[in-house]
C-alpha cells in the first residue's frame, strides 16, 4: 500500500526519497518546463486552449522533442542547479508522443534529473510502463471529481479511440482511467499528486472525497487550486481564501495539500 506521509520524519524520509517533490512546495527550487504537447483529448470547461478548430490543437509556442531536448542542455549550461524537468502541457501530455519521446530523450544524457508528468489521466494506465522505461518519477494528475455527476458537470467530452463521448458516460470513462492511472503508476514507484481546481457551487462539497479516493488509489500528495472564470465558467466565481482553506483542511484528512493557491485553475502548464 502506498501511504502519504503524515508525520515531520515521514516527510523527511519521503523527500529524501523523491527530491524532485521539494519544488511542488517551493516553487523557486530548480525546475524547467518544456511545452511539446499540442493536442487534448478532453474538455473542461474551464480550459481556453485557444483551439485551432481542425485539429483540436492548442495555438501555444510548442518545442518539438529534439528542439525541448536542446532548451534543456543550453537551460543546463546556465543553470545546473535545474534539478526536474517537468511537462506539463499545453494539452495533455499522453495526447501526443511528443512527451514521451522528450522523456526519452532527456532520460538518455540525463539519468539523475527528476522527471514529471502532469495529465489529465486519461491514458496513463496504458501509458504507465513506458512513462517508467522514461525515466518519469513523478506524476500530477488533474482529478477534478470522482463522482459522475459532478464530473459531468465540469468535463465536456472525453475522445478514447475514435470514440467521442459526453455527459455521465464520459465522466465515468475518465474517473476509471484516472483511477487505474494513479494505481499503475504508484505501482511502478511513482509519486503521484492530485491537482484539483476548487469550483464553488460545483466540487466544493466534494474535495475530501477526491482526496479520499485518491489517497486509497496511491496518490501521495493534493494541490488545490482556485477556479479561473474562463471559457465556459466565465459567469463563474473564484472560490474566496476561505473556500480555498476550508478544501485543504478538508483533503488533508486523507492527503498532504501543497497549495499553491496563486496558481491559476486548469493544468499547471508552461504556456496557453
Ligand atoms: Fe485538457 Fe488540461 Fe485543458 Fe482540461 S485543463 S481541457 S485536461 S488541457
Known sequence: ??????????????????????????????RIDLPV????????????????????????????????????????????????????????????????ETFRLVHSKYPKLGK????????????????????????????NAVNVGILAQICSYVLHDNKYMTGEIAARWLILAQ????????DLGMAVKINTVLIPGVNDHHISEVAKVAAQVGARFMNIMPLVPQHKFSDRRSPTDQELN????????????????????????TSG
Request: hydrophobic residues 35%.
Open 37 to 100: 504537447s499540442p493536442v487534448c483529448n478532453i474538455q473542461c470547461h474551464f480550459c481556453k486552449r485557444g483551439l485551432n478548430k481542425e485539429q483540436n490543437q492548442s495555438n501555444s509556442v510548442i518545442l518539438r522533442p529534439d528542439q525541448a531536448f536542446r532548451v534543456l542542455d543550453d537551460a543546463l549550461a546556465l543553470w545546473p542547479e535545474i534539478i526536474t524537468v517537468g511537462i506539463a502541457g499545453p494539452g495533455d501530455t499522453l495526447a501526443s508522443p511528443h512527451a514521451l
Open 246 to 269: 476550508a478544501a485543504k483542511m478538508a483533503a488533508e484528512r486523507y492527503l498532504p495539500c501543497c497549495c499553491h493557491s496563486s496558481t491559476p485553475g486548469g493544468m499547471l502548464k
Open 116 to 143: 514529471c508528468l502532469n495529465t489529465n489521466g486519461l491514458l496513463l494506465r496504458e501509458k504507465a510502463e513506458a512513462l517508467a522505461e522514461a525515466g518519469v518519477n513523478m506524476i500530477s494528475v488533474n482529478m
Open 179 to 186: 483511477v487505474a492511472g494513479i494505481r499503475a503508476t504508484a
Open 1 to 30: 500500500p502506498h501511504t502519504a506521509p503524515r508525520s515531520e520524519t515521514q516527510y523527511k524520509q519521503f523527500f529524501q526519497k523523491y527530491p524532485y517533490l521539494r519544488e511542488e512546495v517551493n516553487p523557486n527550487c530548480g
